[in-house]
């Protein structure tokens, strides 16, 4: 099921939760995008990424944002997630218990701020749709 061995990606890997965790369970979510990890901290019901890159979600739960420890080697500690619904690349699950390190925590949105970015996802949507 997994990827064959593609090596290990530069760069740190991220894992967000609205979890106080230490030890990443397998077959969790992680990314090299610390921006993404922010996100899925929250828990969004929505989560979009713009064509300019900008993130945009509607998760109002108090986040953490963790660094996994050690070495990660795509086909190995990682793979794709098979059911991504972003572009590839971006989203990877675990396949094995992996340290990690706390480097931030953060609030969600308020419920009327999670209304304005659904809002804005929204009339995002219909401009892109009209061209």
Avoid at 11 to 24: K, Q
Avoid at 34 to 50: D, M, Q, T, W
Avoid at 96 to 110: D, F, H, N, T, Y
Wanted: with cysteine.
């Amino acid at each position: 099921m997994t990827e064959k061995h593609t090596g290990d990606p530069p760069g740190p890997w991220y894992h967000g939760s609205n979890l106080v965790l230490d030890t990443l369970r397998p077959g969790s979510t992680v990314t090299q995008w610390r921006e993404l990890a922010e996100a899925f901290s929250h828990k969004p019901p929505v989560l979009c990424i713009a064509d300019n890159g900008r993130i945009l979600h509607t998760g109002q739960e108090y986040g953490y944002l963790y660094e996994v420890e050690g070495p990660i080697g795509v086909g190995r500690e990682v793979y794709q997630h098979p059911r991504t619904t972003m572009e590839q690349g971006l989203e990877y699950l675990t396949t094995l218990p992996l340290g990690l390190r706390r480097i931030g925590e953060s609030p969600g949105w308020s419920a009327s701020e999670s209304q304005e970015v659904m809002d804005r996802i929204r009339a995002d949507a219909a401009a892109h749709n009209r061209e």
